[in-house]
């Protein structure tokens, strides 16, 4: 998120995941469902890092959100460094949406 630091950031994620998951989808007449969100968060002030960089590592907040049992938000490290590759994440295997 530009110009947000990552408690910012976190605390926007936070506000969509819950309006996510206070949503009321009508699936069939009379019957309804609820979805939830998992998101990864990382900030712009997180350091001078390239696009693709910054998305990778919201990408591994991501699946670690989902790792942690889904309906979360999980921030990326805020280090300038993006965080080692996870091993335990095949990139091909990756979900189509999210």
Do not use: W
């Amino acid at each position: 998120m530009r110009h947000a630091d990552i408690e910012a950031a976190t605390k926007i994620g936070e506000k969509i995941r819950i309006a996510v998951e206070q949503l009321l989808i009508e699936i069939a007449p009379g019957r309804f469902a609820r979805v939830t969100a998992s998101l990864g968060v990382v900030s712009t002030l997180a350091g001078d890092l390239e696009r693709s960089t910054l998305m990778r590592m919201a990408d591994q907040a991501l699946y670690r959100a989902k790792q942690l049992g889904r309906n979360r938000v999980v921030a990326a490290n805020e280090l300038c460094e993006a965080p080692p590759a996870d091993p335990l994440i095949d990139p091909g295997s990756a979900p189509a949406h999210r």
